[in-house]
């Protein structure tokens, strides 16, 4: 426990303390703005000494502004206490029906998430199964599904949001295409892998026992590629997530993370957007996590794992 705890600890102690260091030079000029307008430092009044004067330099002449850096309204970056205390805020001290809650919306964001994942998820068994069974699809489907990841997100998004909302399909169903689009890649290559990976001595083995098609695509193949599946799903999942924020980003959702990236943007809440990103991270984390216990669980039923 100890081996696994101080190393975790320490990288994260790191990661805070480079933070708040990071945030010194990159606040420091609203600080020292607002100082010296109340005349508690001398602001270099000259437009080109103030342009040559770095974040970095100004925080050297200006020690005793460093705190200030750190309990901004707007800053341009955070301290992870702010973000904490954004996140406290808008979760534990907010119903969860509130549009003020990241609750609401990260329950939105993950609606969209599980129906793309499950279309993704779906379509990309399928496609695998018939790639690894057929010479056709493997030489035409297989060359497609490549090039459609080399496809821009942020490119085909608003196409797709614009052609479903012709056909008066809006809603849920725009983002869950998206996240559908971004997570059967994943599921495809990984499946195939998996469907491919019994050696040739184990398929002699069932062609000794006259085993057919089916029932070596059941007894053997299949299990053979569940390892290499929950893999491809871990990846895939969190590729849904952002599909499903991509898909609220071009329509101006108000609803769902990407609303509150949007609506943070627009105004300048630089703390808000930072606090929807780690909802962002901390969601992706707990999809993950379900995933990698469903692979436990299933893997050691199947014998596959202590």
């Known amino acids: 426990m100890i081996r696994t705890v101080v190393p975790i600890v320490t990288v994260v102690v790191a990661i805070v303390a480079l933070w708040y260091v990071a945030a010194v030079p990159m606040n420091i000029h609203f600080a020292v703005n607002t100082a010296a307008r109340t005349g508690a430092v001398v602001h270099p009044e000259d437009p080109a000494a103030r342009r040559a004067m770095g974040g970095i330099a100004l925080a050297m002449e200006n020690p005793g502004q460093w705190s200030a850096t750190w309990a901004q309204d707007k800053p341009r970056l955070p301290v992870p206490h ?23 919306h990260g329950w939105v964001t993950l609606s969209a998430t599980v129906v793309g994942f499950a279309i993704g998820t779906g379509l990309g068994i399928l496609l695998a199964v018939g790639i690894v069974h057929s010479r056709a699809m493997d030489m035409s489907v297989m060359p497609w599904a490549i090039a459609s990841q080399t496809i821009p997100i942020l490119a085909i998004a608003p196409m797709i949001i614009v052609v479903l909302n012709s056909i008066g399909v809006q809603g849920l169903v725009p983002k ?131």
């Open 82 to 104: 702010q973000v904490l205390e954004e996140l406290w805020q808008t979760t534990a001290q907010q119903a969860v029906t509130s549009k003020r809650s990241l609750v609401y």
């Open 176 to 306: 869950a295409v998206i996240s559908a689009y971004l997570s059967f890649f994943p599921v495809v290559v990984g499946m195939v892998k998996g469907l491919r990976s019994p050696d040739a001595m184990q398929f002699d083995l069932l062609k000794t026992y006259n085993a057919s098609r089916g029932e070596t695509f059941w007894k053997l193949r299949l299990p053979a590629s569940a390892p290499y599946l929950f893999a491809s799903l871990k990846v895939g999942i969190a590729a849904s997530l952002v599909g499903a924020i991509v898909g609220e980003l071009p329509t101006g959702a108000s609803r769902g993370l990407g609303a509150r990236l949007l609506s943070g943007s627009y105004y300048g809440q630089t703390v808000q957007i930072w606090s929807a990103l780690f909802a962002t991270a901390i969601l992706a984390a707990l999809l993950v996590a379900i995933i990698a216990g469903i692979e436990r669980v299933t893997l050691k039923r199947m014998g596959l794992a202590r």
